[in-house]
């Protein structure tokens, strides 16, 4: 068995036609999970009653569980109590209607929150009591306090674990797969299928998802540099 390398590269191209769906997959559910995460983390810290026993339990099963069964429960289970809602109430809405896309990406979206949440609920926790009684000391209200001091400085804080939650779900994408969504695992096992070049094609996927981690954590680099920058009052 010898390998072709020219056909790496033939297969490189032809999967990365799929590389849009693969960072839709992957900055969406961040995007959503990050809000997500902030409400949940803020709950849990502050004991909203009526809502951190909620959290708490939604924080534990997503992350006690795995995120490909969060996907299949959501894509197999949505669809079905869209459907008995739809007809309880008369209405004409259909599940097969809603893309399966929506249906993911809710999922991941559902998991990257919880993880998020612990991620920003320990970068709060890492800013000091004192810079907290201070800003209360000059009359900020906790929204101000929140927003002017605390965040900015746990966020600065979570850099590198936000990197790794975005490599993370990059990774994490490709169980998209088994729901007919053709991202860049799904695209380089169409590419194998068809040419009979297994070894080849999933080289060539490697081979993408390693280049989007290396632009990742450049980048991670350089906004941690430029924040510890920031939170030293200087410049580099």
Same mark, same amino acid.
């Given at each position: ?15 990365? +036609? ?207 540099? +430029? ?10």
């Amino acid at each position: 068995m010898t390998i072709d390398i020219p056909f790496i590269w033939t297969a490189f191209k032809e999967i990365s +036609k799929a590389l849009p769906v693969t960072l839709m997959l992957t900055a969406v559910p961040l995007a959503a999970g990050f809000f997500i995460g902030l409400a949940v983390a803020l709950i849990r810290m502050y004991r909203v009653k009526g809502l951190t026993a909620l959290a708490n339990g939604y924080v534990s099963f997503l992350r006690g569980t795995p995120i490909i069964m969060h996907v299949m429960l959501i894509y197999f289970g949505l669809p079905m109590l869209i459907d008995s809602a739809a007809g309880k109430l008369g209405l004409q809405a259909h599940s097969e209607e809603i893309p399966i896309s929506v249906f993911v990406l809710l999922a991941l979206s559902l998991s990257a929150g919880a993880y998020l949440s612990e991620i920003i609920r320990s970068g709060i926790l890492s800013v000091s009591k004192g810079q907290i009684e201070a800003a209360y000391s000059v009359g900020m209200s906790t929204f101000q306090m929140m927003k002017r001091i605390v965040l900015p400085q746990a966020l600065a804080q979570s850099i590198p674990n936000l990197t790794n939650i975005f490599i993370g779900f990059l990774h994490t994408s490709s169980i998209a797969f088994i729901v007919s969504q053709k991202e860049l695992t799904g695209a380089a096992n169409i590419v194998a299928s068809t040419n009979l070049k297994f070894l080849e094609a999933f080289i060539a996927a490697g081979l993408i998802y390693w280049i989007l981690t290396i632009l990742a954590e450049s980048v991670s680099s350089f906004v941690e540099k +430029k924040a510890t920058a920031f939170a030293k009052g200087g410049v580099q």
